[in-house]
């Protein structure tokens, strides 16, 4: 599945304007440490050159890398050289790769910033110590954009961008929309959609004594673990991250795919999915489906990069708790501030949520909202979901989602004869991009040793599409006919290859007839050199 990344390059902002924003922002938002802007410089003494001597002089991104490299005694004892020594060493991100390389994937002793929790858990800290002498320290004097980044993303009013004067995702109450109606308003035409009303037949809403909220699921779930980005916790863990995690700018997002195995499937009969959405057609491939379902959980100012669901499907998400704002693009364009390869296997943006507001949205809406020009105009879909709303994602559509309050939601990915067409297209033109199929243990242990340099792609997900077909062929083989007709042509580069593959086989299956079956040749080593690992 594509990674997000940092964006290549930077905000459309140009750079005097971006300290100018900065150095405004600072007096309405709390400065860490008595940490400030480089625009707030002006006039003002810096502390740098004397606190850090030569290390003064390097760019403040290479210091923090530097300062990356260093084990985590080594990086507490930098930070009692002096205040700028601190305020470096005292990064939460190198703190958190720090905690994360050590937990062995498990998040605990939550003690509200990663540099306390490592220090708390792997250091020698008394139980229970609430005062801090870091907290009092000032590093007042200390002016950089890259060290108040992150506490101004932390405090950036994101409820502000989803005015409602710019709403233009539509709200569809679902009791008045029947399976042929969604279909010709919203799922034909590709078309994104807020359901109302949508969770009244969950019990884990409408019901009081099993309404999901993060303190009733730990309690009635106090063993079970789930998974939260790169750590694994239980809900209780999570709760004390969540209710504590103010300062960061990226929150710990819990997106769980076995959460129903997890409850020992209690929570898979407190929900139900949308008649309006009809069959998931993966379900045909049994144990090997890809992952499908997902619990969400997190606080305010948490959630998803802009990205399109996996394998081309669609999906729905179910707003259990809390309020989520939605940015969304059509397949057709890309998010200012997103970089993809020309495959769109890779997928680069602004690592936080909030760097993208602060840096795109204002742009992006400017150009593609509804006061945009032309074939642009309407382009991005904003929208709030409400407690007890169901959103629609498209197939192919990009999408931004952030909880604007402490939510917790369901999600689930599927295929309908809607989108078939284009996961079947995907899987035939972008088989190493197929993600979260479990290939059964022989075939994935033969994958691996029939995989060698020169292949693009493990065999196991090679024969994903025409394993798709087959099954669709003998399952439902008039949606498997309807969808082949509205298929896109099969992309060039993909026809060349398998077209030399096929000469190939067929020369060697000559070379064999005529020889008798004692040795072969491979005739792949004919190809040509821009053929070669794929």
């Avoid at 989803?162 to 008045?176: E, G, L, M």
């Amino acid at each position: 599945m594509p990674v997000a990344t940092r964006p290549r390059s930077p905000s459309p902002s140009p750079p005097s304007s971006k300290k100018a924003k900065l150095g405004q922002d600072c007096h309405r938002h709390p400065a860490l440490y008595g940490i400030l802007p480089l625009g707030n410089a002006l006039g003002r003494t810096s502390i740098l050159p004397t606190s850090l001597g030569i290390l003064s002089r390097l760019p403040h991104e290479l210091l923090l890398h530097i300062l990356s490299l260093l084990p985590a005694p080594s990086l507490l004892t930098f930070s009692a050289i002096s205040k700028g020594a601190f305020a470096f060493a005292s990064y939460e991100a190198i703190w958190k790769d720090h905690y994360v390389e050590r937990a062995q994937g498990r998040l605990q002793g939550w003690r509200g910033s990663w540099r306390k929790s490592y220090i708390s858990r792997f250091g020698h800290v008394p139980e229970g110590m609430t005062d801090w002498p870091s907290d009092d320290v000032s590093c007042s004097g200390v002016f950089s954009d890259i060290l108040y980044q992150p506490q101004l993303c932390a405090s950036l009013p994101l409820a502000h961008y989803f005015s409602p004067k710019r709403h233009n995702i539509p709200r569809h109450a679902v009791s008045f929309l029947s399976r042929e109606e969604f279909a010709r308003l919203y799922a034909a035409p590709n078309e994104p959609v807020i359901l109302t009303g949508a969770l009244d037949t969950w019990s884990g809403y409408s019901d009081p004594s099993k309404r999901w909220t993060l303190d009733s699921l730990a309690a009635r779930f106090p063993d079970a673990t789930f998974q939260a980005e790169a750590l694994a916790c239980t809900l209780s863990e999570y709760a004390k991250y969540a209710r504590d995690c103010a300062g960061e700018d990226a929150p710990l997002y819990l997106f769980d795919s076995a959460f129903v195995e997890s409850t020992r499937g209690e929570l898979g009969e407190e929900y139900r999915v949308a008649d309006v959405f009809g069959e998931d057609l993966f379900s045909v491939f049994g144990e090997e489906r890809p992952n499908y379902r997902w619990l969400i959980i997190g606080p305010a100012r948490s959630g998803s990069t802009f990205h399109k669901d996996p394998n081309s499907t669609s999906a729905w998400n179910a707003a259990v708790q809390g309020t989520k704002g939605w940015v969304m693009f059509p397949p057709s364009v890309l998010p200012p501030g997103v970089y993809v390869s020309a495959d769109e296997g890779e997928v680069t943006s602004p690592m936080s949520l909030a760097e993208w507001f602060e840096g795109y949205f204002v742009e992006a809406w400017r150009r593609f909202g509804l006061g945009g020009k032309g074939e642009e105009r309407g382009k991005m879909r904003v929208g709030v979901q409400r407690e007890g709303d169901m959103v629609y994602v498209p197939s192919g559509w990009w999408h931004l989602v952030v909880n604007l309050s402490p939510s917790i939601a369901v999600t689930q990915n599927f295929v309908s004869r809607h989108e078939l067409a284009s996961v079947l297209t995907f899987m035939r033109d972008k088989p190493a991009q197929i993600s979260g199929f479990k290939a059964p243990p022989e075939l994935s242990a033969s994958a691996c040793m029939d995989l060698d340099q020169e292949d693009e792609v493990d065999p196991y997900r090679a024969g994903l599409y025409e394993r798709f077909v087959g099954l669709l062929r003998e399952k439902e083989p008039a949606l498997l006919e309807e969808a082949r007709e509205r298929m896109s042509p099969r992309r060039e580069e993909n026809v060349r290859k398998t077209e030399n593959r096929e000469a190939a086989k067929r020369r060697e299956d000559e070379v064999v007839a005529t020889k008798g079956s004692a040795f072969s040749f491979d005739f792949d080593l004919d190809l040509d050199e821009e053929d070669q690992g794929e």
